[in-house]
C-alpha cells in the first residue's frame, strides 16, 4: 500500500532493477531517477531493454529483484491503475487508444477515469488538443489517424490526468521535423509546469535537446549517465550505439 501520510522525497527511482526472461538478462542492476521539472532521456540500441525498464517503472512488468519508488513510496509491485491515481502516467508505441472513440472523446474518457467531472473533463480535453495542435482533428476517430498523430493524441491523453510523472516510450516516432519542434516545446513546457519525463526516444538529436540528463542502456546495462554535453562527447556511445567512431552531434 502506498503511504501517503509521511512526506517522501519527491522523485520517481528505480534502484537496482533486473530482469531476465527465459534466463537471459534484460537488466540488469539498473538505477535511476527522474525528479520534478526535469526531463530524463532514455536511450540506447535495439533490444537494449529501454521497455522492459519503462514496464517495470509504470507497473506493466515485474522486476526479479530491486525497487521502484514514486515520491519515497515503494510501488514496485503496484498496478499499473495505483501508479496512475498517485501521479504516473505512460504513452506506449503503438497509441493504446480507443479506436471507437473520437480524438477528443479519448481524452475526455481518460480524464474522468482520474475522478474529473465531464464538464472539467472537456475543458481538459480542450486545453490539451489546442497545447498539441490537435483541436482541428477533436471529431476525427482515433482509428483514422496516422500513426504520427496517435502518437500526439497518446502523450495529450497521458496528460488528462494531470500527472506528476509521465513516461514517454518514443513519442516522437512518425513526427516530421516541424512536428518534433513543436513537440520538443511540448516536453520543455511540461518541465516548466514541474512534471518530471522520461522520454525514450530514438531520435538521439530530440533527446539532446531537450533533455536535463541522459541515460544509456545497453544490453540490459547502464553504460553511462550525463548531461547532454557528456553524453555528446562520449566515445563508449557512439560505438555501442551508433557503431561507428566519431562524436553525436546535434
Request: proline fraction near 4%.
Amino acid at each position: 500500500m502506498i503511504d501517503t501520510q509521511v512526506p517522501r522525497s519527491r522523485a520517481l527511482r528505480v534502484t537496482g532493477v533486473t530482469r531476465s526472461f527465459a534466463g537471459v538478462h534484460a537488466l540488469t542492476d539498473v538505477s535511476l531517477g527522474v525528479e520534478p521539472g526535469q526531463v530524463l532521456g532514455l536511450i540506447g540500441p535495439n533490444g537494449a531493454g529501454k521497455s522492459t525498464l519503462v514496464n517495470i517503472m509504470s507497473g506493466y512488468d515485474l522486476p526479479d529483484s530491486g525497487s521502484v519508488t514514486l515520491d519515497g513510496d515503494d510501488i514496485t509491485r503496484a498496478k499499473p491503475h495505483i501508479r496512475a491515481r498517485h501521479g504516473l502516467a505512460r504513452t506506449f508505441q503503438h497509441g493504446h487508444l480507443f479506436s471507437g472513440l473520437t480524438v477528443r472523446e479519448n481524452i475526455v474518457v481518460t480524464a474522468i477515469g482520474t475522478g474529473q467531472h465531464r464538464k472539467a473533463a472537456g475543458q481538459t480535453a480542450d486545453t490539451l488538443l489546442d497545447s498539441f495542435g490537435l483541436t482541428h482533428l477533436a471529431g476525427h476517430a482515433a482509428s483514422s489517424l496516422p500513426h504520427g498523430v496517435e502518437r500526439r493524441v497518446g502523450v495529450a491523453r497521458a496528460l488528462a490526468g494531470s500527472p506528476s510523472y509521465v513516461l514517454l516510450d518514443e513519442p516522437a516516432a512518425g513526427l516530421n521535423e516541424g512536428e518534433i519542434g513543436d513537440f520538443s516545446d511540448n516536453i520543455r513546457a511540461l518541465r516548466d509546469r514541474g512534471l518530471g519525463v522520461v522520454l525514450i526516444d530514438h531520435n538521439v538529436r530530440l533527446i539532446l535537446d531537450v533533455c536535463d540528463r541522459i541515460h544509456v542502456l545497453v544490453e540490459g546495462k547502464t553504460l553511462l549517465e550525463g548531461t547532454p554535453d557528456e553524453v555528446r562527447g562520449s566515445e563508449e556511445l557512439v560505438e555501442a550505439y551508433l557503431g561507428r567512431s566519431g562524436s553525436v552531434h546535434r
